[in-house]
């Protein structure tokens, strides 16, 4: 058993990752998020686009991961629990002003909110 | 050749996944969604061959990466383009489900499991509570019917060139190396453990390279660390043994009894990742979770005013659930009764208040109240009155 | 406040150890006071001004929870007597170690600046300490007893004077009431000249708030701006005076300044005035010209008259027998520094000679009665100034304390009419108070009172101590003329404080209600059981259904412990200037600094303490029998008398001084019109110039915003995509950049 081996193991890793196992998962991560943003800039329903903003926490999450992986210690990890805390509080703030918003204009399409115009 | 062939096949692949969610997207008109998605089923092949072939042989992740992947991505296609937000959320639950599949590929277990519970157990429980509060009420004659902002996309296509260019900018970030990110074996995760004395007496113990009447020396007694398993000069690990009077032995991990099951699990890297390396961090996260607690109890006791947009849907909502309550099936048995429905007919085209509608459920409940005033309980907000009444 | 109690004993402590390691006082025998050890007060000596300040805190909560009954006054009354304690305990605490030095009892750190060490310099410069802690000597305990005395009666009376608004305008009235005490406390009792300011500022803001107590009423708004305005001029000087004060002597404590003074003091004494720096010479003259704001001396005076808009338990207290007199106060803690100044004391003598004798001259023409003893509280304010400028602390100050009684008394006798006849104080409308039912304590003490003013021979406090500023004026030579003017003062005093009395308390039966009748008769009426029956057969037509009513125990009670106080007061400066009570008190305080040797003077051939005795009682007789003679004697109606056939006799001087001698006018035409035609200059050049400029500025960026305010469609999707469209060119660049060109 090599030193290496032996330190990752004790690190809780199996073995290190190859850079271009990394690009899998980083492309995966791209994809995703692009489909989140996507969503989020052609869907009008308020609730899809904020799922398309979960969507896109996943794939940085993905990403984190990955790189944590790749790196060799837990630090991606620690951040993914940060994505999840936002996400859990985004989540809480964001489904009650979109009930809100329901609740004043009887709808969930977002652009018959325009009290922005310049 | 490799060089080449590579950009090459990631820019078309981005060209074709972008064409794929355009088609993919629900349109007005002609809605070639299948096509659509299996344009983007050969996106993803394209962009996989393509890095297939910039990784060689070795570099290959395993099979279920591209099962799991494939899933996440198909899943997250459906959630963008399903037009009913509840399929959305179940997709969004497949797409969580399969990246905690892709979350054990890399060896992080406990995020796999904490995304499921927080993320599809709690998250998407509150979405689709939200889904289910703020819903049109379906008219009486289209139970079924989609909103129109449900039905039609925005600008599928200016919004698919943006998000595919910047997908294709970052994975040519890939194709082409990207520098200073080569892996370095971190040698501070693995010190972690030398914060265990407990377990690695434990495992040496029973690996038998500690005896009876044996134990790791004391600090005060070796004058430096008694448990190093990863010196920073890269030298060998070691743990120091105490025996006998004020003896003492090293026991470096190049020993050939050395226990192979000593390594820190994944909870545990987590753990000591975020108790000992990043301290604050946790505390912030409670306080953001607190702030959002306290905002989503001040959110949630404001009263809204309907403004004229919202009162002309509900009336006209009412409207027409009255219109079509009296020879409407789906009348329930819970109905106060045939006559008090006639009578509702012909109210509230004067007043302002809403006195019959359908609950979403599409059962006609509470058309008046026994003595025909028109304090109807509001339908779509958990019965509660809403503004409106002058 | 337990907390801040709890602490006493430990800031005490410090004191004393802070008190061990002042240097020794400047070696000057002739002040007895500065060398001798420091006084030692126990540590609730500082609470004097807490219960006051409590009792604001507890009226406000009253408004607050919109209390509507006499809860705010309750209050007041308890913890002001509490304080009136409090006061009396430090007065025989410090009486009780005579020749002590004042005693320092500090409350917390206020203002602590010491940057001496930083920089390793040790020049006094270079620290201000100014804590909130007091100074406790005899001139303190005087003053404070006087204070949170009246204080407590006036409270009293008040409570019963103010039950037609009883709510909210009662909490607010107790509440700036109580916070007048707090600040007359700390202005009194501060150990620094910036508590002091601070307190003065303090008793300046309730005084406005109190005038404008009825701020329906337009000429209440106005006076409460006039006397704030005026008074702002006398601050100026004040706080003038203080910071040059800070720069001549390094500090504006007490307790270091006295010893300082000290040492340019003896050349005061041996008449070397040339040789005290000319700037330490001005400080006492700006401290003058703060004096004279606040205590309405010519020719700031005009404000207080008008004052007399507020209600009258505020005029009795704060208008006539304590605020007012922070100016005879002021000039009397620091007499030493006065005396080290070749003009101050003259500045002094005269401002209050000549505001003396205007004072009384427009008095002998009002009708008001509340406006007559608002020019008397002016003109005897003028003799309390001239009894300090003649080189005779105990004579001002003696007569600030007598004063204080008897002109509250008086005017919580007119208050009292006031409340009776529905807001009537003209004196050509109220005749023979005295014989109607009810009225007999009020015209009783206000017999008392008007006696006092004018200065009634031997049986009266109000004689002594202005006889002995009078016979000190004469005392010294160069100041026989004020002598003479003082004395001609006090017959017009004499007259026309029983023309009031003489026209309103006796003589025929009459009376017209006034106007308050419609506002508020009816809330007077169901205040009190014991109306009046219709007495007066030939009252006022419009008046058939007024029924004035006699005041309650209350205002009775007060107006009695004020009458017999008067009386008692008499054992405090019957022996003025030489000896008694108050000359004791002032001679060992700050104030009893030894004045230098002036050249004896005689008046009339005798000694001018006697000769001047004898002038005054021939004085003041004939005052009192010329206005009997004019006003009471064959009267039968309430609005005519004999004097009416000496007026057209005077030529144009009744008509004059009716009018004020037109010095509102004049000041009108002098400093008004000129002030409100520069601003209105001003503020066009600063409408057009200056304006002009910025508007031009915000011009630019809204031409600018307005060009592209377009961009904002207000659509959320339009917003996000042109955020993803910024983030997916910053990732080409970078794609770009980093690449190197190898596409």
Known sequence: MTDLAITLAQAGFPAPMAQTTLMHYLVVSALMFGMGLIGFLTRRNLIIMFLCTELMFQAAGLALIAFSRYHLNHTGEAFVIFVLTIAAAEAAMALALVVLLFRRKETLDASSWMQLKG | ????????????????????????????????????????????????????????????????????????????????????????????????????????????????????????????????????????????????????????????????????????????LMATGVRGIAAAPVASAAANISDMPVRVETALRSAGLIGENEHIANETQTQVPAINLAPEDGSPGYVIIAYGEGRTQRITTNDPRWPKDLQLSNIEGVGFSLLKDQPGSIELAGVVLLMAMLGAVVLAQKKVELDEQGKLAAQRRSLSAVLSADNSPLMGPETPGGPNVREAELKPRAGMGAPAALTPHGRAVNITSANGSNDAAYPITGQKKIGGHK | MTDLLSHLPLLLAQAGEHAAHAPAAAGDAAHAALGAPRGVLPAWAGSLPLFPLLACVLCTLCAIFRVKTKLPAAITVALLALSFVVAFLNYQNTMAHPGAQAAVVPLFDWINFDWALAHNQTTPAHVLVANFSFYIDP?????????????????????????????????????????????????????????????????????????????????????????????????????????????????????????????????????????????????????????????????????????????????????????????????????????????????????????????????????????????????????????????????????????????????????????????????????????????????????????????????????????????????????????????????????????????????????????????????????????????????????????????????????????????????????????????HMVNTSTAGAATPEVEEAHFLGMDPHHGALIASIVMAIGGIVAAWWLHLAGRTTAATSRADGLIPALGPIPNLAQHKWYVDEIYDFLIVKPLWFLSHILYFADKLLVDGLVNAFGFMPRAAGGMVRRQQTGVLHDYAVSMAAGITLVVLVVVIISSGGHF
């Open chain 2, 1 to 172: 050749m490799d060089g080449l062939i590579s950009p090459i096949l990631l820019y078309s692949g981005c060209v074709l996944g972008a064409i794929g969610v355009c088609l993919a997207l629900p349109r007005r008109g002609l809605s070639p969604q299948v096509i659509g998605a299996l344009l983007f089923a050969l996106a993803f092949g394209v962009l996989m061959l393509a890095l297939g072939l910039k990784a060689g042989r070795g570099g290959l992740p395993n099979f279920n990466f591209y099962l799991f992947s494939f899933i996440a991505l198909g899943a997250s296609l459906r959630v963008i383009s399903h037009p009913r937000p509840v399929y959305a959320a179940l997709y969004f639950i497949l797409t969580i489900l399969s990246s905690a599949g892709l979350y054990v590929l890399l060896s992080a277990e406990f995020m796999a499991f904490a995304l499921v519970i927080v993320y599809a157990g709690a998250i998407l429980i509150t979405y689709l509570f939200v889904i289910m509060l703020a819903t049109e009420t379906p008219t009486a004659d289209q139970v079924e019917a989609l909103s129109e902002y449900d039905r039609y996309s925005r600008e599928p296509l200016v919004a698919t060139v943006v998000g595919f260019l910047l997908v294709a900018g970052v994975t040519s």
């Open chain 3, 139 to 583: 001139l303190t305990c005087l003053w404070m007893l006087f204070v949170t005395g009246l204080a407590t009666l006036i409270a009293l009376y008040a409570s019963e004077y103010m039950s037609h608004d009883v709510g909210a305008g009662y909490c607010r009235f107790f509440m700036a009431f109580n916070l007048f005490v707090f600040s007359m406390a700390c202005l009194v009792m501060g150990d620094n000249l910036l508590l002091l300011f601070l307190g003065w500022e303090g008793v300046g803001l309730c005084s406005y708030l109190l005038i404008g107590y009825f701020y329906q009423r337009p000429s209440a708004v106005a006076a409460g701006k006039k006397a704030f305005i005026m008074n702002r001029i006398g601050d100026l000087g004040l706080s003038m005076g203080i910071m040059l004060t800070y720069v001549q002597f390094g500090t504006l404590e007490y307790d270091k300044l006295f010893p300082q003074v000290a040492g340019y003091w003896h050349l005061a004494v041996e008449h070397r005035l040339a040789e005290v720096p000319f700037l330490i010479q001005l400080i006492p003259v700006l401290f003058t010209v703060g004096a004279f704001g606040k205590s309405a001396q010519f020719p700031l005076y005009v404000w207080l008259p008008d004052a007399m808009e507020g209600p009258t338990p505020v005029s009795a207290l704060i208008h006539a027998a304590t605020m007012v007199t922070a100016g005879v106060y002021l000039v009397a803690r620091f007499f030493p520094l006065y005396l080290c100044s070749a003009w101050a004391l003259d500045i002094v003598a005269w401002g209050g000679a000549i505001t003396a004798l205007l004072a009384a001259t427009i008095g002998m023409a009002q009708f008001d009665i509340k406006r007559i003893m608002a020019y008397s509280t002016v003109s005897q304010l003028g003799y309390m100034f001239c009894g300090l400028g003649v080189y005779g602390a105990t004579g001002g100050v003696g007569h600030v304390f007598t004063h204080a009684f008897f002109k509250a008394l008086l005017f919580l006798a007119c208050g009292a009419v006031m409340h009776g006849f529905a807001g009537q104080l003209d004196l050509r409308k109220l005749s023979g108070l005295g014989k109607m039912p009810g009225w007999k304590i009020v015209s009783w003490t206000m017999l008392v009172g008007c006696l006092n003013l004018a200065g009634f021979p031997i049986i009266t406090s109000g004689f002594f101590s202005k006889d002995s500023i009078v016979g000190g004026a004469f005392a010294n030579a160069h100041t026989q003329a004020i002598g003479w003017i003082l004395l001609i003062t006090a017959g017009l005093t004499a007259y026309y404080t029983f023309r009031v009395y003489f026209r309103v308390f006796v003589g025929p039966k009459h009376y017209e209600p006034g106007d308050e009748l419609h506002a508020s008769h009816d809330d007077h009426a169901h205040g009190h059981g014991d109306h009046a029956p219709e007495t007066a057969a030939d009252h006022g037509h419009d008046a058939h259904d007024f029924h004035p009513h006699a005041p309650g125990w209350a205002i009775n009670l007060v107006l009695s412990v004020l009458a017999i106080g008067t009386f008692l007061a008499i054992w405090t400066v019957y022996q003025l200037p030489k000896d008694g009570w108050v000359a």
